[in-house]
């Protein structure tokens, strides 16, 4: 009697492990319904998998930190090499003490041009304060050298919201003020859409999502048209603003910026709902 319990005993262990096995090697190889947004199915092992980035480190105030892996690095306290004054020539921003100074008269622009793009850069306000609103600490990053997230030391500077810092310049305040003390070193990471277009008509707006500090003060923002003073923004007609360079505003106060990188997404974006692999994605860092 109780042989045969061990016998069956064993036979149904058997059996079970035999199942088992059988059950992963289904798990592995047999994915499941097609998924109707992409031409892969759920859990689909034949998708390709994402390119590995090492990802960067924090900046501390005395330290700026490095970039992520795959990222274009624009400015590394050595040189503007990647940067010409706008229009072409020298910058005449200034490289003191491995910042680049905001100096005239002319805002500084990549060399090379971007559509959606991950920013980040780094900022710091003059700490001697001078001057009052649009005239203390005022610059600007400009994203395809027309669409201008405001920079400017509003810590205690009352000016017009939809101009003060973190400002889509003209149209839209950031949602709240993160601006730290004049003189500290601070963060925006940017992530911007450039307009798309069918045929030559707009279909969808730039938008653009910012934080400063860490704190979220642009969320998935429509952007209404380039930046401009004391006009209602709106879009050129028979202009298709896809890609641009970066800018940096001269609007005479002496901001400081440091560590200041890019990555371009649209590669990736393709990748990540096609499948079809990116093949700028796997740069390594120019961090020297
Ligand atoms: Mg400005």
Redesign the pocket.
Known sequence: MQSISRRRLARAACIAAVSLAGAMVVAAEKAGPQQPWSQYKVHDMTRPVPPVVTPGTASTPEQPGKPPSDAIVLFDGTDLSKWQAVGGGEPTFRVVDGVALSYGPKYMETKEKFGDVQLHVEWAEPAEVKGDS?GRG???VFLMGKF?T???DSYNNRTYAD?QCGAV?GQYPPQVNACRPPGEWQTYDIIFHHPRYEGDKLTEPAYITTLQNGVLIQDHQRIEGPTGHMHVASYPENVKLETGPIAL?Y?GNPVRFRNIWVRPLEALDLQQHTGQVADTTAKPAEQK
Do not use: D, K, P
């Open positions: 649009q005022n610059s600007g201008e405001q920079v400017l101009g310049y505003q609007h």
